[in-house]
T-cell receptor
Framework: AQSVTQLDSHVSVSEGTPVLLRCNYSSSYSPSLFWYVQHPNKGLQLLLK??????LVKGINGFEAEFKKSETSFHLTKPSAHMSDAAEYFCVVRIENQKLVFGTGTRLLVSP | NAGVTQTPKFQVLKTGQSMTLQCAQDMNHNSMYWYRQDPGMGLRLIYY???????DKGEVPNGYNVSRLNKREFSLRLESAAPSQTSVYFCASRRDGNYGYTFGSGTRLTVV
């Protein structure tokens, strides 16, 4: 069965330092992968998606993710964190019938 | 541009009460979904509808029913609410093809 594992439940960074949110996937074929962000008491917003085109995917707000088949990873990065990046981030894989399977989430904390 | 609209935003029910969560989208999407979000568990699919007139069970359908009233609306009904159904519920819709979902802002339900 296809699934995603988010390796950290919480990540803390200082403003201006790099962000790395880790995600590993399990899939028997080339998956479609997404990162969604959820700000406090808000809905979910699509950050970026990988659908077997370029392995380095650029998203909104300066985020990007690299699909690495050899490592079955799809980690989310940003060169310089901003206070407004504090939120919960979900790694997601699309399975049959276009359904989404969500990771358990990583809460990003950004300190001044 | 409204996107996906969920009502109500907040609700408190007593155990055994029934209620219907409403969801409507104005993007002419065929597919609609209901998810629940619980701490540490990400989002889990309750039911989905690939097109008007069809509905299918997701990962956690027990205790819920759905109706795809027309192309725009997809409602979720709790016939006899239980404390285990305390959660945040998200409705989403998706355009046909290789696109991400659009999520509503959620309904926070508490069953006491």
């Amino acid at each position: 069965a296809q699934s995603v594992t988010q390796l950290d439940s919480h990540v803390s960074v200082s403003e201006g330092t790099p962000v790395l949110l880790r995600c590993n996937y399990s899939s028997s074929y080339s998956p479609s992968l997404f990162w969604y962000v959820q700000h406090p008491n808000k809905g979910l917003q699509l950050l970026l998606k990988y659908t077997s085109a370029a392995t380095l995917v650029k998203g909104i707000n300066g985020f990007e993710a690299e699909f690495k088949k050899s490592e079955t990873s799809f980690h989310l990065t940003k060169p310089s964190a901003h206070m407004s990046d504090a939120a919960e981030y979900f790694c997601v894989v699309r399975i049959e019938n276009q359904k989404l399977v969500f990771g358990t989430g990583t809460r990003l904390l950004v300190s001044p | 541009n409204a996107g996906v609209t969920q009502t109500p935003k907040f609700q408190v029910l007593k155990t055994g009460q029934s209620m219907t969560l409403q969801c409507a989208q104005d993007m002419n999407h065929n597919s609609m979904y209901w998810y629940r979000q619980d701490p540490g568990m990400g989002l889990r699919l309750i039911y989905y509808s690939a097109s008007e007139g069809t509905t299918d069970k997701g990962e956690v359908p027990n205790g819920y029913n759905v109706s795809r009233l027309n192309k725009r609306e997809f409602s979720l009904r709790l016939e006899s609410a239980a404390p285990s159904q305390t959660s945040v519920y998200f409705c989403a819709s998706r355009r046909d093809g290789n696109y991400g979902y659009t999520f509503g802002s959620g309904t926070r339900l508490t069953v006491v």
